[in-house]
């Protein structure tokens, strides 16, 4: 995403365990000034080891923490911003008409982000292993290079909607974690992700680049949830203020 003139790129990386951040002079391409934190954002979940679940906002408090302790004369010549993280994983929020899922709160700086819990779900990893064989097996086949397996985001979804449906129905986005955070810095309405991280949720023909929406379809699953899809490094959007951290 682009966030104005300068010549500085500020890379994020949202982990399993952690998030770290860099500041890249893209000339010398070199690594100027670098920050890490823990999210320490597991949950408990209802299915005991089965599950594998993590706090949201705490992901996001994490990457407010990481980028305010770079130097704020760096920050300010940061023109473009790269955003990664952990693949399979899938979130669901509310964005409303007139309401974002995330609170844009006024500073002298800019906008500090803020995530209310209940206009997010939680983090579902790749480490959740919910979708037993049994289960799987009971799913379409997919029409695409990868099956599918417990922890992809579409397998997940497809045991929310048969064992949570009323979780469904408090949402009607969904996305990586990395999805979100480029929503919400970009106050985009309806998530952008990339090829590889769709392909990482299952269902994806990366051959032309599409959801298996029929056959997603036919099988009722809430294909309204799925992310619309870019290449890797499109711009996804820009900042829409000045982001204080």
């Known amino acids: 995403m682009a966030t104005g003139a ?7 990386d949202i982990g399993t365990t952690s998030v770290k951040v860099c500041l890249v002079d893209p000339r010398s391409k070199q690594v100027i000034s670098r920050q890490a934190k823990d999210t320490q954002a597991n949950v408990p979940s209802d299915l005991g080891s089965e599950g594998n679940k993590q706090d949201v906002p705490k992901i996001i408090s994490a990457i ?4 305010s302790r770079l130097p704020k004369d760096q920050l300010k010549q940061v023109g473009k911003i790269g955003i990664c993280g952990q693949m399979h994983g899938v979130m669901l929020w509310s964005n409303k008409e007139d309401k974002k899922a995330w609170d844009c709160i006024e500073t002298y700086m800019g906008c500090r982000f803020e995530i209310p819990k209940d206009n997010v779900s939680a983090l579902y990893t790749w480490q959740d292993t919910r979708c037993e064989r049994s289960f799987l097996d009971t799913l379409p086949v997919p029409q695409c290079h990868l099956p599918t397996y417990s922890g992809y985001g579409c397998a997940t979804l497809f045991w929310i909607m048969r064992n949570r449906p ?3 129905e408090h949402y009607n986005r969904a996305g990586t974690v990395q999805d979100f955070a480029v929503a919400m810095l970009c106050n985009l309405d309806h998530p952008i992700m990339s090829v590889q991280n769709a392909a990482g949720w299952g269902y994806f023909n990366t051959s032309v680049a599409e959801w298996n929406s ?5 099988a009722g699953f809430p294909t309204h949830l799925l992310p619309h899809v870019v290449k890797s490094g499109a711009i996804a959007g820009t900042l829409n203020q000045p982001w204080s951290v």
């Open 6 to 12: 300068g010549t500085l790129i500020l890379g994020i």
């Open 64 to 67: 407010n923490s990481c980028v």
């Open 166 to 168: 009323h979780k469904l």
């Open 214 to 218: 029929d056959i997603l379809q036919g």
